[in-house]
T-cell receptor, first 115, second 112 residues
Framework: GAVVSQHPSRVICKSGTSVKIECRSL??????MFWYRQFPKKSLMLMAT?????????EQGVEKDKFLINHASLTLSTLTVTSAHPEDSSFYIC???????????FGPGTRLTVL | GDSVTQMEGPVTLSEEAFLTINCTYT??????LFWYVQYPGEGLQLLLK?????DKGSNKGFEATYRKETTSFHLEKGSVQVSDSAVYFC???????????FGKGTRLHILP
């Protein structure tokens, strides 16, 4: 149990377009989902925390208008990178928890390349 | 703020060698400590965790002991296998906090 999926696994887009990444908890209800960005040779950086039915909480330095997060149901959260630029190219990873004190279960990640 | 520092990689070992990946942390209070593993092409998986001082987390032959006096949580395995090749992340989570702070990761290559 506790499987988290992400879609797509890879996406290539042109500069200026928007890209939506989905994160789904397949076999449990996730009250909280997290979005991370992983830079090459660097750690995972938490971008935002989203609770079902409420607005996401963004970490300092993360532009909420650029990285739109929607946690519309207990099994789905989406991250939309708006007006993407080459510097947004990265590996985006989501995680989900049943409760705030539960283990985080991570998705396989989405590699975004902006040309 | 809280932070995690782990040894830089890549670490290359021969099969059956002894593995140590060092991890130290800075945190207020008493955080929970974790090791995550990321196999090629896959997402992060929780490998083991410890929630209080002197606890030992273990899984798949890997062990790590929560050492408060040295603020360390070093990962060890007595005999590594080729299938252990992956990136290993040390991480912490503060008490009452659901955020996880990760180290930079250590890539491990095991040669047959």
């Amino acid at each position: 149990g506790a499987v988290v999926s992400q879609h797509p696994s890879r996406v290539i887009c042109k500069s200026g377009t928007s890209v939506k990444i989905e994160c789904r908890s397949l076999d449990f209800q996730a009250t909280t989902m997290f979005w991370y960005r992983q830079f090459p040779k660097k750690s995972l950086m938490l971008m935002a925390t989203s609770n079902e039915g409420s607005k996401a909480t963004y970490e300092q330095g993360v532009e909420k208008d650029k990285f739109l997060i929607n946690h519309a149901s207990l099994t789905l959260s989406t991250l939309t990178v708006t007006s993407a630029h080459p510097e947004d190219s990265s590996f985006y990873i989501c995680s989900a928890t049943r409760t705030s004190t539960d283990t985080q279960y991570f998705g396989p990640g989405t590699r975004l390349t902006v040309l | 703020g809280d932070s995690v520092t782990q040894m830089e990689g890549p670490v290359t070992l021969s099969e059956e060698a002894f593995l140590t990946i060092n991890c130290t942390y800075t945190a207020t209070g008493y955080p929970s400590l974790f090791w995550y593993v990321q196999y090629p092409g896959e997402g992060l998986q929780l490998l083991l965790k410890a929630t209080k001082a002197d606890d030992k987390g273990s899984n798949k032959g890997f062990e790590a002991t929560y050492r408060k006096e040295t603020t360390s949580f070093h990962l060890e395995k007595g005999s590594v296998q080729v299938s252990d090749s992956a990136v290993y992340f040390c991480a912490l989570s503060g008490r009452g906090d659901d955020k996880i702070i990760f180290g930079k990761g250590t890539r491990l290559h095991i040669l047959p």
